[in-house]
């Protein structure tokens, strides 16, 4: 009895990972922006701040993408950018 619930537990928990991942897709291919265009990005330490797209990668990982904001550039995953201001 106890190997079906286990069973059924890592079932629900893969759906619901597989779901989770559909959702996040959907949100970074719904975001329309271009090298050049301005965008929000939240950073992993909690900052937001606004940054300027210099180049997209579409890498096995995901899709990354370069930004440049003051006199710092750096590359974030597509998921950290949460809207396109222009």
């Known amino acids: 009895m106890n190997e079906n619930m286990e069973r059924l537990q890592q079932t629900w928990l893969q759906d619901r990972s597989d779901l989770s991942r559909a959702v996040v897709r959907e949100k970074v291919q719904a975001l329309d922006y271009a090298v050049g265009s301005l965008v929000e990005v939240k950073l992993y330490d909690g900052r937001t701040l606004q940054a300027t797209v210099k180049r997209i990668d579409e890498t096995v990982a995901g899709k990354k993408v370069g930004i440049a904001y003051e ?10 950018i949460v809207r396109v201001l222009k």
């Open 71 to 80: 006199s710092c550039a750096l590359t974030v995953n597509a998921t950290q």
